[in-house]
């Protein structure tokens, strides 16, 4: 059994409508799975996948932001409730240590082992080092478990996977060791990294980027990466093993507002996690739900 936990920063679940991505841009491989795009008219169970529309609000006043959701969503908190506002960027210094703590890869460690499969070059910890970016949640939750961070050559040997998909940073920035690869392929490799784990956690934020205006990617290449991903992991996967797909807040399904929207996210589940998640009502029910996923029966 191996649970198979993406986490696609900043996208929500809104109505088809032209500003929004998911609704003007080709799904095939999600499509197959809930009989359209990623929309909140296609919550609901389906045949092979559920999907749920939760919170990320909290009944906090203000709009959801990275910092507290991205801890409730790792570490099954009421982040947001804890400190009494949404906090972006990064997680709580209160908190950190819950984090590290309660995460869903350190409650996968009673029942085998995890892993973060996104790989990290020198630059990145150089960044750290030298304090001009912070750990976020995801690299807090990674050092709580002690799992190890993936390099270049776990990129190399398709070992790990790049936070854009299909590794054109990483390509850019070390040409003779990386080449950019189709999302689908990366979906793939994610599935087999997966099969040696009880939880795997994958991040990837070019969609938050894209929100944002951050990025040149245009949204409907998002869309149709994040689409080949789940479709090389669904067909890569075994049949004891899920996939868990969630967000921190809505942003991404909104390209006529750079701003985080109150949009419910989408919680989209492939497999036996099915029978367990279909309870989760808001992103901190999450990790808990996971970790009834992990028990023996």
């Not at 939760?54 to 804890?82: H, R």
């Not at 507002?257 to 497999?271: I, M, Q």
């Not at 996971?290 to 023996?296: A, G, H, I, K, S």
């Amino acid at each position: 059994m191996a649970i198979i936990f993406v986490f696609i920063d900043g996208i929500g679940l809104a109505a088809a409508r032209s500003d929004n991505p998911f609704a003007i841009t080709p799904m095939p491989f999600v499509a197959g799975l809930i009989g359209g795009p990623l929309l909140i008219d296609a919550v609901g169970r389906h045949r092979q996948a559920l999907l749920q529309a939760i919170d990320a609000c909290f009944s906090v006043p203000g709009l959801p932001q990275s910092g507290t959701g991205q801890t409730a969503l790792f570490a099954g908190i009421d982040a947001v409730g804890m400190v009494q506002r949404h906090q972006s960027h990064f997680p709580p210094t209160a908190l950190q240590q819950t984090l590290r703590e309660r995460s869903v890869l350190r409650r996968a460690l009673v029942h085998g082992s995890s892993t973060f499969a996104n790989a990290f070059d020198g630059g990145f910890w150089d960044a750290i080092a030298t304090r001009k970016i912070r750990k976020s949640a995801s690299v807090i939750a990674a050092e709580g478990a002690g799992v190890r961070f993936r390099e270049i050559a776990d990129l190399e040997s398709g070992d790990a996977l790049s936070w854009d998909i299909t590794n054109d940073v990483m390509h850019a920035r070390h040409p003779e060791r990386v080449r950019s690869i189709d999302a689908y392929d990366a979906g793939v490799n994610l599935a087999r990294l997966a099969q040696g784990h009880v939880v795997t956690l994958y991040e990837t934020f070019l969609t938050d980027l894209v929100g944002h205006g951050r990025s040149t990617i245009d949204a409907g290449t998002v869309v149709t990466r994040i689409d080949r991903l789940i479709g090389g992991i669904v067909a890569t996967m075994r049949p004891q093993d899920s996939l868990v797909i969630s967000s921190d807040h809505g942003n991404f399904e909104c390209q006529s507002d750079p701003s985080h929207t109150r949009n419910p996210v989408p919680l989209l589940v492939v497999g036996p996690a099915c029978d367990t998640l279909h309870e989760v009502q808001d992103i901190s029910h999450i990790a808990d739900a996971l970790e009834r996923v992990m028990r023996p029966e």
